[in-house]
């Protein structure tokens, strides 16, 4: 393939209601969007011009990462696109080789996935195949799950939690932090009975909180995401032998190779898959290949994305080692007005896209809505 330019483009989405967990509190999304314009070879011989978007998950700070979205505005500009484009002079550019490519550039995983997803997207618009047919979906729908962020009371979380089974979610993730755990979960229990109930801790843990923490066994939860550090494979493999609450780990698993050292540690019952956050979905897909020859559970998390980004996540939850509902929210969710055309929930389920690419693209009149920085680079003659 040949990009004839690639275009980054940054949003600012307004979200519906503040959104807090260990990291703070964010009122609205600062989205980087990335549309790659190519052109695609076809199997004939003919040529086929296309776009592909493409979603970076980076926050507008690193708290949650060290990436953002200034920073990776910056590393796509100066160092990624100018790799694709000279690896095309060689005609050794594709979706597939996207990520070889650009290896020699250290981290900025989710600024890599933005233009993994983009040149994917753009490929397969031109053969007319869907992102989920090409990953190997065997669903055309997904369980919705929903995150809920830490409340300013316990009678707030009660009243959210059940708009949002009112909503028709089928499982409900509840962010947690010292001082805002026990109570908050025996209450979410005790008023709504045997929903499918998860926590999320962020990595505000330390193994020292171990007797604190299992005091969560007696929820009976689907699981206890990230507790401790990032960086901590053992500890959290230490902390998994102390509870019965399945451990499952997000921040600590970046690549396949992490994935099979914590599954080798017993660190990971359970394993949350985000395709920004391991460098793209070709990784996501080898983590849940991976995890499933070893029988561990995944789900796929999500990062507040656009349309764009749940389509494609969407796709992703639809493979079989899905066992578990994820964080795949109708946009009403966060936003009043998604960029492309709304994800509904209907039967506590969100539809896998099935339109050639994506399945979906953006509404140009609502993309300048929110855009509030746009560059164009064009590829050198």
């Not at 004839?4 to 600062?30: A, K, W």
């Not at 939860?221 to 998994?240: C, F, S, T």
């Not at 996501?284 to 994305?305: F, K, S």
């Amino acid at each position: 393939m040949r990009i004839r330019s690639v275009e980054l483009r940054t949003l600012r989405l307004p979200l519906v209601s503040p959104f807090t967990t260990s990291f703070g509190t964010e009122t609205e999304r600062q989205a980087l969007l990335v549309a790659v314009h190519a052109t695609i070879p076809g199997a004939d011989g003919r040529t086929t011009k296309a776009t592909g978007w493409g979603e970076c998950v980076a926050g507008s700070t690193p708290l949650y990462s060290s990436e953002y979205v200034g920073g990776a505005l910056e590393v796509i500009q100066r160092f990624l696109v100018p790799r694709l484009f000279e690896a095309q002079q060689f005609d050794q550019l594709s979706a597939e080789t996207a990520a070889e490519t650009l290896s020699a550039v250290k981290g900025h995983r989710m600024a890599k996935a933005a233009l993994e997803m983009a040149l994917l997207d753009a490929t397969l618009r031109a053969r007319g195949e869907s992102f989920a047919h090409y990953l190997g979906a065997v669903r055309d729908r997904v369980p919705a799950g929903v995150s809920v962020g830490i409340q300013d009371s316990i009678p707030q979380l009660l009243d959210t939690v059940a708009s949002y089974l009112d909503a028709g979610y089928v499982r409900i993730k509840l962010k947690i932090k010292p001082g805002w755990d026990i109570e908050p979960v025996r209450s979410v229990r005790e008023r709504f009975g045997d929903i499918p109930l998860q926590v999320d801790a962020n990595a505000a843990y330390t193994l020292g909180d171990a007797a604190h923490l299992r005091r969560l066994d007696e929820f009976d939860l689907l699981l206890i995401e990230q507790p401790l550090a990032e960086d901590d494979l053992y500890q959290h493999a230490r902390l998994a032998e102390r509870m019965r609450t399945p451990m499952c780990l997000d921040e600590s698993v970046v690549s396949a190779q992490a994935a099979a050292v914590a599954i080798t540690l017993g660190a990971a019952a359970v394993i949350n898959i985000k395709a920004g956050r391991v460098g793209g979905y070709l990784e996501a897909r080898r983590i849940h290949d991976l995890a499933r020859a070893h029988g561990i559970a995944v789900w796929c998390g999500g990062m507040i994305e656009t349309g764009l980004g749940r389509g494609a996540n969407a796709a992703l939850a639809a493979l079989p080692g899905f066992t578990l509902p994820g964080d795949i929210s109708g946009s009403d969710r966060f936003y009043l007005q998604d960029v492309t055309e709304p994800f509904v929930i209907k039967d506590g389920h969100i539809a896998v896209p099935t339109g050639p690419g994506l399945g979906v693209e953006p509404i140009p009149e609502i993309l300048d809505e929110f855009t509030v920085s746009r560059v164009a680079i064009s590829s050198p003659r």
